[in-house]
């Protein structure tokens, strides 16, 4: 389809710039019509004439047979013409026919061009007088009279539309001869509205002349191959010609499918496979933990007792009445009573969930559990962002929670409750862009996960100060070594090291709530001192706890492959479950191998080595030259390190360094084994090696397991779910209050019993007068106090004083006497 504008049936883009003038300069001297500077799927140039400079030739208007005639041919526009990758265009007033038209290789259309969206071409062009062929009109309208119709009713290919060519503005010709926009149709050939012929007969048959320089709406299917354009905007005008040839489109995926694959992308993630991992074992190195949650705990029942009761603790008086936090049910009338021993706040959120005893033994057995998880999970994660592979930080993860010596921690939740010290650690190490194996990376910053990283530190230390503490100064002597080998590196370089805005104030953030968090859980703690002076640690009492060499190569008797053949050299221990400090024997051999087969770096292992043994030093206690180069001297000026009473506990950092040693060693393996499977040929051997790199894990597992007893949950007594507080419960010593504090969490009536690491002077007396009980004397003091009831239990009198006065008469002392199921209650 021609447009009818004089001289664009054979229209060629023209170069800008000075190229442009030089093509005007020879043009305007051959009287050849100057043409429109070559766009990219935008409008011609407005430069561009709306008419034709006269001249010999120089006006091209249609023929007097209706064929339009293509422009003449000067020997400036053949060049650059040629410069375009066209091929040179002869004029009808010639005899002979351009062999490819005026269509450019990359500018204009191509025959049948159908994907470029452009118009298609016909199979042959009409040239001057060359009619096409048999002069036979083209199919579905579009033939000139008596001319080169184009098949399919298209322009023809001297004169088709340019590949994404927009009509000329303001009426101006069209970009090798497209339609022209806002009627843009040529003068003596424009089509009027309603698709009448053009005046000089230029109209196609059956092809409406588009209104405003627009395709007419009626066009066929044939006449629609590509898309007509304007302003550089494509509009499509019909589908395409081999679009039933193509293939179907892919469906846009619904709701669900999209929420199907993330959660599938999800579900298959290192992350989420490590987390699911972490939790079956623990699962199963507990067992039978959640055999019977409700009725059994994992070691003893006494200290897990208290540890059960300060949850639910937690939990229910921060929804009832938060200001009471620390003034606890326990030791009546005992102010800051909560701070006595480790609180385990950070599980309050836990505590909130439930009530009564059996959902408080519940609550520790989860918890307990998911403790294990969290602990392989943050090791995991820590030896990752170092560096280590997937199986190396699956060692440092297994050997870091389960190694022997915290089997004989399985009473003591607070220790076991380590997992939020390597999680934090990864998370800050992340958020840094640092990495023990690659170093310093500015470009992997973070800021985001350094907020994260100091919220589970700040987690971590409402724990409890019995491993938070070292915990604590750890961060703190971390933060100032990298403060210290920052500016020393730029000293040295003389250049800024790169840190950013955004994450310096995510560290003064985060390190403030840290900060503050360690400073309110103190507060009660100190305050606790100053009203029981006593309750302070001396260096006798560390001495006590203090574990000679040998605990290092000694496993607690809760070891399943160790504990029968350490059994003498447990003897030979003053205390053995805070001596017994074996962290595995294949985990020292697989940190002996990480010093000489490694991918961390030599000073980085020599570093580690140097980790290992300061720490053990310090996990000696006196026992390392008495401590006056190491345990003493923090005992004496860090706050609140005189409240640490056992130095074995600081194992769990020497196990933490000695897991990533072991992780360097089995990532080189497994390295060596894959670049070794690579080369094989055939390939075969390559799943055995591959398993072999799983040896490792699957010992330091093994070496984990244990024997762990879970005894029976004494029942709560029918007696204190109707007794009235403040109350006593008889007998009361340190082991069976703990039974108590665990009974009393239903309803939560304050109780003169307790048991913490520390025994106050008034629980003392109240032992003491209490013995002769029920007698005037004790009935006195224990009003004083504002006991209003006395629980007698039968079941535990036999060998105490109890034994004869439980059913001695009461009326003289004025107090009520009544049997209540297997306990007696005094009314006072």
Known sequence: MTSGQPGTGNARPTSTGADAQSRTATTAAAGTPTQPARTSDKTLAETTPDQPAPGDGGTAGAAPNGDAEAGPATSAPAKDAARHGDKQDTPAGHSTTAKQGTTAKQGTTAKQDDAEGGTAASDRTAGGTDASKDDAPAKNGGAAKNGGAAKNGSAAKNSSAAKNSSAAKDGSAAKDGSAAKDGSAAKDGEADKDGSAAKNGSAAKNDSAAKDGEAAKGAKAGDADGTSKADGEAKPVGPERWEAFASAPEPRPSIFTRVGRAVGRFLIHEWTLAALGALALAVLMTWPTLRYPRYTLPQDYWDPSLQ??????????????????????????????FAFSDTLLGYAPAGMLGSGPEDAVLRYNIMFVLAHALATFGAYALARQLGAGRIGAAVAGVSYTYAPWLLAQAGHLHVLSNGGIPLALAMLARGHGWSLRHGYRPERRHDGWVYAG??????????????????????????????????????????AVPFGRRLFAADVLGGVLFAGVGLLMAVPFFKVTELHPYAERTIGDISLFSPPATGFVTAPAESRIWGGLHEGARAALPWHPEMTLLPGFVLYALAAGGLFFSVWRLRHRLLLLAGVLVTMAFAMGTRFFDGTFTYVPLFEHLPGWSGLRTPGRLMLWTTLLLGLLAAGAVTALTDRVRELTAQRI?????????????LPLLLVTVEGLNTTPHPVVPTQPAAMRSAQGPLLVLPSNQSLDQHVMLWSTDGFPDVVNGGSGFTPRQLDDVRRVSQSFPDQTSV??????????????????????WEISIDAPVESLGISRQDVGDAVVYRL
């Open 682 to 694: 055939p390939s075969w051997p390559g799943p055995w090696l591959r398993m072999a790199t799983l």
């Open 780 to 801: 006195d003091y224990l009003r004083t106090l504002g006991v209003r009831t006395v629980v007698l239990l039968r079941g535990q009198v036999v060998g105490t004083p």
């Open 308 to 337: 059960a009761w300060q949850m639910a603790w937690s939990g229910h008086i921060l929804l009832a009445d938060p200001a009471r936090l620390w003034q606890s049910n326990t030791f009546f009338p005992e102010l800051w009573s």
């Open 454 to 495: 100091w919220l589970v530190a700040a987690w971590q230390l409402s724990l409890g100060f019995g491993i938070g503490l070292p915990f604590a100064y750890f961060l703190a002597g971390a933060v100032l070594v990298a403060a210290v080998f920052f500016y020393a590196r730029r000293l040295r370089t003389g250049q």
